[in-house]
Nanobody, 126 residues
């Protein structure tokens, strides 16, 4: 059974940078052919795909966030990490990590992923 667990700050100030780490157990993030993604859901809105790191290490980023986002991984710890810079209150959301068997679409849906983390709330406020 694959399990994903997000960890990171709950509260961030505007203009700051934060990172979220997803720790994966029950499966390797380098195993083919899986795609490991970050998705967020702002209050009252739908899911937004932020980016993906593939089993190969290749990263794919949402163009609307690309200038502020990066995704990396630590294969020794079986973790992947999201970095988001220059945050604003509009970045307030529940952030999820998830695994899929295909590269997610821009207008992502829950059905594109087979395993999810429980989600972590990140609030941006001064």
């Amino acid at each position: 059974q694959v399990q994903l667990q997000e960890s990171g700050p709950g509260l961030v100030k505007p203009s700051q940078t934060f990172s979220l780490t997803c720790t994966v157990s029950g499966g390797s993030i380098t195993a083919g052919y899986y795609y490991w993604s970050w998705i967020r859901q702002p209050p009252g809105k739908g899911l937004e795909w932020m980016g993906t790191i593939a089993f190969s290490g290749t990263t794919y980023l949402n163009p609307s966030l690309k200038s502020r986002t990066s995704i990396s991984r630590d294969t020794t710890k079986n973790q992947f990490t999201l970095l988001l810079t220059s945050v604003t209150p509009e970045d307030t959301a529940v952030y999820y990590c998830a695994r899929g068997q295909l590269l997610p679409s821009m207008h992502t849906r829950r059905s594109e992923y087979d395993y999810w983390g429980q989600g972590t709330q990140v609030s941006v406020s001064s």
